[in-house]
């Protein structure tokens, strides 16, 4: 079974510009969430999506949002880059809603490192 | 989710067991108890969960106190494959269909260096 997968896995912008990070989750699972981790902060949750819902969002800025797809990709985007923004950000999905508790634990995959020049 | 508390870093000799300790002493009745780590420049990994009974896989045993408000992570053969971060969580398993709340708060972490 393929794990989680993200591209791309490094990235460059200039501050202003925008930048979309794609997320494809472990076939059947129906949560994605989205964390950013920085050395100062450490591993933060952005948002997390269920069957293209958005269910519970993290304490960050509007320019972060993000979307999920019919089969359960998802999409972040953050707009207007600051240098600040750079960071290692992670996708992790759940199978989630499969009526076992033992199948909550979340599956991350390598993440993207965005750097802000 | 309920707080956690973990030593900053622990050593460990390669080979022998590495018991990582966890505090949650406000953890209510409801959430269980995540294990995640790590390792340098990768996403996090899960290792195991548990409510209130100790669980063991193929990675790993968790030791939960009787009253909840502390845990063991076992590692019962470390190997220097095993230097990583390793994060305690507690949150509520949400299992019914309606979905997942799934939000992760990781603390500091523990890291742990195991050494030849």
């Known amino acids: 079974k393929a794990g989680v997968t993200q591209t791309p896995r490094y990235l460059i912008k200039t501050r202003g510009q925008q930048v979309t990070l794609s997320c494809s989750p472990i076939?059947?699972?129906?949560?994605v969430s989205w964390y950013q981790q920085t050395p100062g902060q450490g591993l933060q949750f952005l948002f997390e999506y269920f069957s293209e819902t958005q269910r519970n969002k993290g304490n960050f800025p509007g320019r972060f949002s993000g979307r999920q797809f019919s089969n359960s990709r998802s999409e972040m985007n953050v707009s207007t880059l600051e240098l600040g923004d750079s960071a290692l950000y992670l996708c992790a999905s759940s199978p989630a809603g499969t009526g076992s508790v033992r199948n909550t634990e979340a599956f991350f995959g390598q993440g993207t490192r965005l750097t802000v020049v | 989710d309920a707080k956690t508390t973990q030593p900053t870093s622990m050593d460990c000799a390669e080979g022998r067991a590495a018991n990582l300790p966890c505090n949650h002493s406000?953890?209510?009745?409801?959430?269980?108890v995540y294990w995640y780590r790590q390792i340098h420049s990768q996403g996090p990994q899960y290792i195991i969960h548990?409510?209130?009974n100790n669980e063991t896989n193929e990675m790993a045993s968790l030791i939960i106190t009787e009253d909840r408000k502390s845990s063991t992570l076992i590692l019962p053969h470390a190997t220097l494959r095993d230097t990583a971060v390793y994060y305690c969580i507690v949150r509520v398993a949400h299992q019914n269909s309606g979905g997942s709340n799934y939000k992760l708060t990781f603390g500091k972490g523990t890291l742990l260096t195991v050494n030849p």
């Open positions: 406000t953890i209510s009745g409801n959430e269980y």
């Open positions: 548990g409510l209130k």
């Open positions: 076939s059947g699972h129906r949560s």
